[in-house]
């Protein structure tokens, strides 16, 4: 695996940044990651990768940020057949809401409901824990790769 595109959908900035340092992570590992916003992406290309990364917040009540919703809207009006995707999903949001980390789940669903394959566990970061949510990413998306490596 030498290229895996992130998409990350924020509203104020935090997923691109975890994004953005995932990527630099992965770099350094030897795989090319462009990062992407879901913004900016036709769900028209998923069909064309074999792995990408999500990385997104949860904003409203439980609702995705605003730069994720054309994305999930065309997943969801074009339905691309997605059975040769897999992905691995990351989500940021606050416990302190009922409504925790919901957003990742939603597209988590999205994807899965195409056909896509999930790849290990949601990776979620708590605004409310205190921890570095790049530093927690980079942990959990080293554990992603060794799952699509080679046996
Ligand atoms: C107005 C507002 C609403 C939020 N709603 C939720 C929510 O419903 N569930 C959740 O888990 N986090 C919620 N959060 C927390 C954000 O997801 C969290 O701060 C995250 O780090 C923001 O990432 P972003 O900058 O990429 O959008 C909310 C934050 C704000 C400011």
């Given at each position: 695996m030498d290229r895996i595109t992130i998409l990350f959908g924020t509203e104020s900035g935090n997923a691109e940044m975890v994004a953005d340092d995932l990527s630099a992570a992965m770099g350094q590992g030897g795989i090319d990651a462009p990062v992407v916003s879901m913004e900016d992406?036709?769900?028209?290309?998923?069909?064309?990768?074999d792995v990408i990364i999500l990385v997104v917040s949860t904003y409203g009540e439980g609702d995705l940020p605003e730069t994720a919703v054309p994305f999930f809207q065309a997943l969801r009006e074009d339905?691309?057949?997605?059975?040769?995707l897999r992905f691995a999903a990351f989500g940021l949001g606050d416990?302190?809401?009922?409504?925790?980390?919901l957003g990742v789940a939603t597209l988590v669903s999205a994807l899965t409901d195409l056909g896509a394959t999930q790849i290990g566990e949601t990776g979620h970061h708590d605004?409310?824990?205190?921890?570095d949510a790049s530093e927690l990413a980079v942990t959990w998306v080293n554990d992603v790769l060794a799952l699509t490596a080679p046996a």
């Open positions: 992406y036709s769900v028209d290309d998923l069909r064309s990768q339905k691309p057949d997605l059975a040769g416990s302190t809401y009922d409504t925790y980390n605004a409310d824990s205190g921890l």
